[in-house]
């Protein structure tokens, strides 16, 4: 079983920046796919970035595009979502989620972080 922990979340200002960390076990890491969701009071889960198996290719949500960048660090088991400019609409639990086999943009993970809250205020 694999374990996913998210760590960084908190509460920034309009205009400031964040890290998440997502810290995930497993001998084969670098064979995962990784990748952010979030979920504001109300709304369902939507896509927000994610990166291939050895980090060379990325993806995001147009919504983030430019401000958010997802990263990864094999050795550490560990990737990262650098978020800048953040908005007030960026105000979410942001998750992270590992896919066994392959990147990809939907919900289909095959695990799931407890998530870590974001709150910027305007």
């Known amino acids: 079983q694999v374990q996913v922990v998210e760590s960084g979340g908190g509460l920034v200002q309009a205009g400031g920046s964040l890290r998440l960390s997502c810290a995930a076990s497993?001998?084969?890491?670098?064979?995962?796919?990784m990748g952010w969701f979030r979920q504001a009071p109300g709304k369902e889960r939507e896509f927000v970035a994610a990166i291939n198996q050895s980090g060379t290719s990325t993806y995001y949500a147009d919504s983030v595009k430019g401000r958010f960048t997802i990263s990864r660090g094999n050795a550490k088991n560990t990737v990262y979502l650098q978020m800048n400019s953040l908005k007030p609409e960026d105000t979410a639990v942001y998750y992270c989620?590992?896919?066994?086999?392959?990147?990809?943009?939907?919900?289909?993970?095959?695990?799931w972080g407890q998530g870590t809250q974001v709150t910027v205020s305007s």
């Open positions: 497993g001998r084969t890491f670098s064979s995962y796919g």
């Open positions: 989620a590992a896919n066994r086999n392959r990147v990809v943009t939907t919900k289909l993970y095959d695990y």
